[in-house]
């Protein structure tokens, strides 16, 4: 027999956005200070995610960052085939990025950069990401 759940037990919930506002940092003075909000929010947390490396720091969640390090001296081909796959993982966590779309790989020198769009409830962004090699 299925158990018959009246609706009137379901509660009324109502899922909010939280707004983005947070912190401006000044990474060329090496500073922080001033709010922003909007898509320059999400632009900081796509560089913040894209520069931490994930399970290193006790002071992220384990979701938070992207697993990065383990690219160190792979090749080139199977660098770009992974990239892809790694940046999209980490990005797709924050829900205000839809999805990371339109990736070019370009490699020089030991560095392979990755330049794509992250498509964000504030319209799409475009981000490059090097990684040394």
């Not at 947070?22 to 929010?41: F, N, P, Q, V």
């Not at 992250?118 to 090699?133: D, Y």
């Amino acid at each position: 027999m299925i158990p018959f759940v009246y609706e009137d037990l379901q509660p009324d919930l109502e899922y909010v956005r939280q707004p983005s506002g947070t912190y401006r940092m000044h990474l060329e003075e090496k500073r922080i200070w001033g709010m922003l909000d909007g898509s320059e929010a999400i632009r900081q947390a796509i560089y913040k995610i894209l520069n931490t490396e994930r399970y290193d720091s006790v002071i992220y969640s384990w979701n938070y960052g992207a697993e990065l390090v383990e690219l160190v001296g792979q090749p080139v081909p199977y660098v770009y085939s992974q990239l892809e796959r790694k940046i999209t993982e980490a990005l797709l966590r924050d829900d205000r990025i839809t999805e990371v779309v339109d990736f070019s790989f370009s490699a020089d020198k030991g560095r392979v950069t990755a330049a794509f769009t992250a498509v964000t409830t504030e319209g799409g962004i475009a981000v490059e990401k090097e990684v040394r090699l």
